[in-house]
């Protein structure tokens, strides 16, 4: 359940909306009270999400004995709700490109805060990168983000991205069909992963909340990719 909370947010809604949603689902028909027992929340909080709910159009209710009696949408609507927003955010896209001022020389280290902020930087690669080069000691992303990873890898896999992945022995890597892993010995835990592409660097330090640094300078890059090629040339398969 908490897995599918994240994939609920990812998606667009919020933890408390996600909640109630599973709630009503697993209940079926059912009036506020009990959802709000099975949700764990307290009342207040439960009618503010059906609310909003409603408002999505992913709940509906109907009147029994003056009550409010509420039901799940069909979860497949959940797929047109994304395609709505696809469509509108097309629509919307000449307009706020006529707004746009591209800067006249993009800054050489852009910083990144949160999940919402690490994915950002992987969306990133999806758009530009050929082929990434990654130095990731104990393979946190799929653990971090495992609502995201799956995407990811799936992108990874249509786009034709070639990975060649340095991890610590024994960690735990979800890789594509496109990943070439090797391991190095395991003797100290690191929090950071580089992921080196194009003419970027970016430094991911898991943390909580995570943060990433990305470096577009290509000596750095070029700099990046000769230590990642004497660390592979030692790695073991």
């Known amino acids: 359940m908490e897995n599918l909370v994240k994939k609920l947010k990812f998606l667009g809604l919020t933890k408390v909306e996600a909640e109630v949603?599973?709630?009503l689902l697993k209940l079926g028909m059912s009036r506020a009270g009990k959802i709000?027992?099975?949700a764990q929340l307290n009342r207040t909080t439960t009618y503010a999400a059906l609310k909003s709910?409603?408002?999505k159009g992913l709940i509906s209710y109907v009147i029994e004995s003056n009550r409010k009696v509420f039901k799940?949408?069909?979860p497949k609507y959940i797929l047109?709700?994304?395609k709505e927003k696809e469509e509108e955010a097309e629509k919307m896209l000449p307009k706020?490109?006529?707004?746009y001022t591209s800067p006249k020389k993009e800054s050489q280290v852009t910083l990144f805060y949160g999940y919402k902020g690490v994915k950002s930087v992987f969306q990133d690669i999806l758009r530009t990168a050929k082929e990434v080069l990654v130095i990731d000691a104990e393979g946190q992303f799929s653990e971090k983000m495992s609502y995201y990873a799956p995407y990811y890898i799936r992108e990874v896999e249509r786009k034709k991205i070639k990975i060649r992945h340095i991890v610590r022995r024994g960690a735990k890597v979800n890789s594509t069909k496109t990943t070439t892993i090797k391991y190095i010995p395991r003797k100290t835990k690191s929090q950071s992963v580089i992921d080196i592409y194009g003419d970027k660097v970016a430094i991911i330090i898991w943390s909580e909340?995570?943060?990433a640094v990305v470096i577009k300078n290509k000596a750095a890059a070029d700099s990046f990719r000769s230590y990642f090629e004497i660390l592979w040339k030692s790695a073991k398969n």
């Open 72 to 74: 799940a949408t069909n």
């Open 209 to 211: 909340p995570p943060e």
């Open 53 to 55: 709910l409603l408002d």
């Open 36 to 38: 709000s027992k099975e």
């Open 21 to 23: 949603y599973l709630a």
């Open 96 to 99: 706020l490109l006529s707004l």
């Open 80 to 82: 047109e709700l994304i």
